[in-house]
């Protein structure tokens, strides 16, 4: 089957405002998410905010969902309940940058930086992130 001009163009254009809405979606939840989070110790808001963009932007939504709170993949980081280590910053750099090769709980484990090429600024902004989301409330 064959289609028009126009109705590629109609498709371009439908996936480009598609594209646009969940893109504003994503800069909605993380703003959203840092300026309502709080911000652990030797963390600071700047890293809150970049952890809360990464985990949007890589692969730790795919597992943990959007709104970190869990899937049948992978835990709920919000419930402040760790697997893994005390929900110290250093514990959470530790199961970010090793990952979970025997998850106790899950589908599958988390490969070591969740399989993304992080560097030691994003895990460190991922686990403020996570620490903020864990400790969201109390």
């Known amino acids: 089957m064959t289609t028009s001009p ?24 993380v ?6 989070s709080p911000v652990p110790p030797g963390a600071t808001e700047d890293q ?11 692969t730790c939504n795919s597992c ?16 402040g309940h ?6 110290d910053l ?3 750099r530790g199961t970010i940058a090793q990952g979970v090769a025997q998850p106790k709980q899950y589908g599958g ?6 399989g993304a090429q992080l560097s030691q600024q994003d895990v460190d902004a991922l686990a403020a992130y996570v620490w903020s989301v864990g400790h969201a409330g109390r």
């Open 90 to 92: 250093a514990g959470l």
């Open 31 to 36: 703003a959203e998410a840092s300026s309502s």
């Open 109 to 114: 484990p988390m490969p070591p930086m969740g």
């Open 64 to 79: 943990h969902g959007t709104d970190a709170h869990g899937t049948e993949q992978g835990p709920d980081l919000g419930s």
């Open 48 to 58: 809150v905010q970049a952890g809360a963009h990464l985990f949007q932007t890589s």
């Open 82 to 87: 760790w697997l893994w280590s005390g929900g």
């Open 6 to 29: 126009t109705d590629r163009r109609l498709a371009r254009l439908a996936l480009a405002g598609l594209t646009a809405v969940a893109l504003a979606a994503m800069a909605f939840r």
